[in-house]
């Protein structure tokens, strides 16, 4: 079964998402061989290097108010906790560009170290507060997720995989792709949203006896 997750690094839901996912892999078992790449998405492309000040980013994107975003932070972290995954946003946190993060993504995808390297940029963000575009951060879960950190080094300032990532978000965007994580299964089946895991698991068994 191939799994395209859609999503971007600095996207809280995109955490949630991706765990109930794996957790319903994990019971639905041998029914389903999942091929899991993750594909790029940019929630906000123009972001600059130093980026933005979370509560006025969703202030200026949004219209929700400090009380609004609180609330909706903690919604964010209570499900996350759920999942065993520790979010430390607060308000003077910062959202940040992460298109190099998307770069060193695409570089993993071929090494077969994607989804460790997507854990370790969620954890690096959301739990250690770091930027995802930052260089040493990003060499740093590149090293976590198992590769060479002087590859990933190389990587980041060559540039290299620009060219590949603008495409494929392209792709996605063409394909209808406006909000994420959207989870496409077999290149035939969307699922919206960070749903819970028991909503993951429907659809899994669901698609699985269709053969």
């Known amino acids: 079964m191939q799994i395209d997750f859609v999503s971007d690094v600095s ?10 996912l794996e957790q319903a892999l994990d019971a639905v078992g041998d029914l389903v061989e999942a091929d899991i790449r993750f594909q790029p998405f940019e929630l ?21 108010t400090p009380e609004q975003s609180a609330a909706n932070r903690n919604v964010i972290r209570d499900r996350a906790a759920e999942l065993g995954f520790s979010m430390t946003m607060r308000e003077g946190s ?37 930027d995802p575009g930052d260089v040493d951060v990003l ?7 198992g590769l060479d950190g002087v590859a990933a080094r190389d990587v980041i300032a060559s540039g290299r995989y620009a060219d590949e990532v603008r495409a494929e978000e392209r792709y996605w965007i063409s394909e209808g792709v ?10 035939k089946y969307l699922i919206s949203g960070g749903q819970p895991a028991a909503a993951f698991e ?6 699985a006896a269709e053969g």
């Open 139 to 145: 060499v740093g879960a590149a090293k976590r997720a």
């Open 202 to 207: 429907r659809a899994l068994r669901s698609i």
């Open 44 to 64: 906000n492309p123009t972001m600059p290097a130093e980026g933005q000040d979370i509560g006025e980013h969703i202030r200026e994107k949004y219209g929700a």
């Open 94 to 130: 910062r959202i940040y560009n992460t298109f190099d993060a998307h770069r060193l993504l695409h570089w993993a995808g071929i090494t077969g170290h994607q989804r460790a390297l997507k854990h370790a940029l969620f954890a690096a963000y959301f739990t250690d507060g770091r």
């Open 178 to 187: 406006s909000a994420v994580p959207a989870v496409i299964i077999n290149s």
């Open 11 to 20: 996207c809280p839901w995109c955490v949630i998402g991706l765990l109930g």
